[in-house]
């Protein structure tokens, strides 16, 4: 058992103590709360200020009644190694409206790309479990051979890089394996992540290392307040394998991990599932919140359907806007060229974009930022375009729009109605 240094303040133990932190301050300042009541709810576990103590950046809380965050992942895969274009990833991310960027890399100089990605002001998560088999691959060495230490040396020496998250998939057990031979599942586990820890658990008839040396991650967590990501290595990759018993049995663990982490005085959140009918996706939103103790919940989409590649955006974020609804707080987005390719620059945004419409969607049925929305109507009423362009999530897009198809006549119209605008029409005599 690992003696936790007590002279570390994080975010969380800060909080705890009553303590006000610069970072809290700008948090509750940014989203309009009172700093008090944002300290209680980091003391609580509800909310999470992911920032490593060695960067300096824009910080940003997730959680319990603050606006829903958005994250994009970006990354090399073995096929396109191009870390510059993963660098344009990012920037494009952030200017279209994600909150926080993920490197997934598994191909080329992990470490470097990383070091770019940490000059960006925003907090920068990552799979520590990609790079350890990134690493495995480069010393012609299988996946499960790799020895306990590459995993801790990997998360270390990411928390000292600078990296503000981590997903870690500690949730995943030799039980929960099991169970999952005995189901009926159509995609098994395609959390990637996830087949990698399984795939070493069952090649070395080992318990997963990450859940065994907990309390190892949480030393090294605390120490430079990362938070963590407590990976959902079990989601239902299909509509039919959704709520199942085995993704259940690991959100249990998950919330058994949450409550340690806290006990340690690190932040933690709890990632959720990929596929889901929507029917039951404000189910699994408050099973997490009741099993987690109300962790900050960070989910991937959901999907709604299983059948629309080349559109997953617009599954996602279905999927994305009813568990915001019910009470997720944390989006990833999802690409048009999910299932299908790595993304790029235009998929990329795309993504963005149909995330945050999601997110911004259920931030108003909550009554969040809503009078952004009421100015553009005034906007549209009045006909004031520049107005207009200056509200839109997505400037350019609604910009291109009106030069390439606008009116050839009524100017101050749009090109559908022309003369026949019904706000012109009705402008004139209400």
């Given at each position: 058992m690992f003696i936790f240094k007590l002279d570390i303040m994080t975010q969380l133990t800060s909080a705890k103590r009553g303590e006000i932190t610069q970072e809290l301050k700008d948090v509750a300042d940014k989203e309009g709360i009172s700093r008090k009541k944002l300290m209680r709810r980091v003391a609580n576990g509800e909310i999470v200020i992911p920032k490593n103590i060695t960067r300096k950046i824009e910080p940003v809380g997730i959680g319990k009644g603050l606006k829903v965050k958005l994250n994009a992942n970006i990354g090399t895969s073995p096929d396109y190694i191009d870390i510059n274009n993963e660098i344009e990833k990012a920037k494009v991310a952030l200017k279209y409206g994600a909150d926080a960027i993920m490197d997934l890399s598994i191909g080329g100089n992990i470490k470097e790309i990383r070091k770019y990605l940490l000059e960006m002001n925003a907090p920068l998560g990552t799979v520590p479990v990609y790079?350890?088999?990134?690493?495995?691959?480069?010393?012609?060495?299988?996946?499960?051979?790799?020895?306990?230490?590459?995993?801790?040396?990997?998360?270390?020496?990411?928390?000292?890089?600078?990296?503000?998250?981590?997903?870690?998939?500690?949730?995943?057990?030799?039980e929960g394996i099991e169970r999952l031979r005995r189901q009926s599942r159509l995609t098994s586990i395609v959390s990637r992540g996830g087949a990698i820890m399984a795939a070493w658990m069952n090649h070395n008839d080992?318990?997963?290392?990450?859940?065994?040396?907990?309390?190892?991650?949480?030393?090294?967590?605390?120490?430079?307040?990362?938070?963590?990501?407590?990976?959902?290595?079990?989601?239902?990759?299909?509509?039919?394998?959704?709520?199942?018993?085995?993704?259940?049995?690991?959100?249990?663990?998950?919330?058994?991990?949450?409550?340690?982490?806290?006990?340690?005085?690190?932040?933690?959140?709890?990632?959720?599932?990929?596929?889901?009918?929507?029917?039951?996706?404000?189910?699994n939103v408050i099973l997490q919140k009741r099993l987690c103790s109300d962790a900050?919940?960070?989910?991937?989409?959901?999907?709604?359907?299983?059948?629309?590649?080349?559109?997953?955006?617009?599954?996602?974020?279905?999927?994305?806007?009813?568990?915001?609804?019910?009470?997720?707080?944390?989006?990833?987005?999802?690409t048009p060229a999910e299932h299908l390719a790595l993304p790029d620059l235009e998929d990329v945004r795309i993504g963005v974009i149909a995330s945050?419409?999601?997110?911004?969607?259920?931030?108003?049925?909550?009554?969040?930022?809503?009078?952004?929305?009421?100015?553009?109507?005034?906007?549209?009423?009045?006909?004031?375009?520049?107005?207009?362009?200056?509200?839109?999530?997505?400037?350019?897009?609604?910009?291109?729009?009106?030069?390439?198809?606008?009116?050839?006549?009524?100017?101050?119209?749009?090109?559908?109605?022309?003369s026949f605008c019904a706000m012109k029409l009705s402008g004139s005599f209400l």
């Open positions: 790079e350890a088999a990134a690493y495995a691959e480069s010393k012609a060495m299988p996946v499960v051979d790799m020895s306990i230490d590459v995993f801790f040396r990997v998360i270390e020496d990411q928390a000292k890089q600078g990296v503000d998250f981590m997903t870690l998939h500690a949730g995943v057990t030799s080992r318990e997963n290392p990450l859940y065994e040396e907990y309390d190892s991650i949480l030393e090294i967590a605390k120490e430079y307040d990362v938070t963590l990501s407590l990976g959902d290595a079990l989601r239902p990759g299909s509509i039919h394998d959704a709520t199942d018993r085995s993704q259940v049995q690991e959100l249990i663990i998950l919330g058994e991990l949450v409550d340690r982490a806290r006990e340690a005085g690190v932040q933690v959140m709890v990632e959720g599932p990929g596929h889901m009918p929507m029917n039951q996706i404000e189910a900050p919940f960070y989910v991937l989409g959901p999907l709604v359907t299983d059948i629309a590649p080349g559109y997953d955006h617009i599954s996602g974020a279905i999927g994305g806007a009813i568990a915001a609804l019910a009470g997720a707080d944390f989006l990833c987005y999802v945050k419409i999601a997110a911004h969607a259920a931030d108003i049925a909550r009554g969040i930022d809503v009078e952004r929305d009421n100015e553009m109507a005034r906007a549209r009423f009045d006909l004031d375009w520049k107005k207009q362009f200056a509200l839109c999530l997505d400037r350019e897009r609604a910009e291109e729009y009106r030069s390439r198809r606008g009116p050839k006549k009524e100017e101050e119209t749009c090109s559908m109605c022309g």
